[in-house]
């Protein structure tokens, strides 16, 4: 747990959830995925461009729960239906998907991240012994913007 030591953790109070979201709108919406690297069975990292070529950042979405889905499309979409069989789409399919939203579950850290062609990738942000998912504004020099969802159902985030 030293890692988190310096940073704020919240539970997910509706206060809390908004300032997350507007955060992780800020750094993924318009971005593009570029790269999608395997960090283990359930483990892997998706890299995303921007389309301000001026920014030089990179930012990232680490994923360690092996609970994600790539929906098709947002028809009937509701929070309470995935679980890991409802795979429909392999994550290699978000190649070049531009985000067009982002947003967190209700009362649980959940990740969303839907993209222009319809797809949703849904990644669970529950779990009492680790880091289901972290997302960063990839910003050199010690001065990236972090988020994450943490054990005990909450957000972890830090700015510069």
């Known amino acids: 747990m030293n890692w988190f030591r310096g940073r704020k953790m919240v539970s997910l109070d509706k206060k809390d959830k908004e300032f997350a979201e507007a955060a992780l709108k800020q750094i993924f919406v318009k971005g593009m995925v570029i790269r999608i690297k395997s960090d283990g069975p359930d483990s892997f990292y998706l890299y995303f461009s921007l ?5 030089q950042s990179q930012p990232w979405l680490h994923i360690e ?3 994600w889905t790539v929906f098709d499309q947002a028809v009937n979409f509701h929070e309470k239906t995935i679980t890991i069989k409802e795979n429909t789409m392999s994550i290699d399919s978000l190649l070049n998907e531009e985000v067009v939203d982002i947003w967190l579950g209700e009362n649980m850290p959940h990740l969303y991240v839907a993209f222009q062609t319809g797809k949703i990738l849904s990644v669970n942000g529950s779990h009492e012994m ?4 972290q997302a960063g504004d990839g ?3 010690g001065e990236e913007g972090l988020i994450a969802a943490v054990p005990g159902n909450r957000i972890a985030y830090w700015t510069p």
């Open 51 to 55: 389309k301000h070529p001026s920014n």
């Open 65 to 67: 729960d092996p609970k």
């Open 130 to 133: 680790y880091e289901c998912w």
């Open 139 to 141: 910003c050199r020099q």
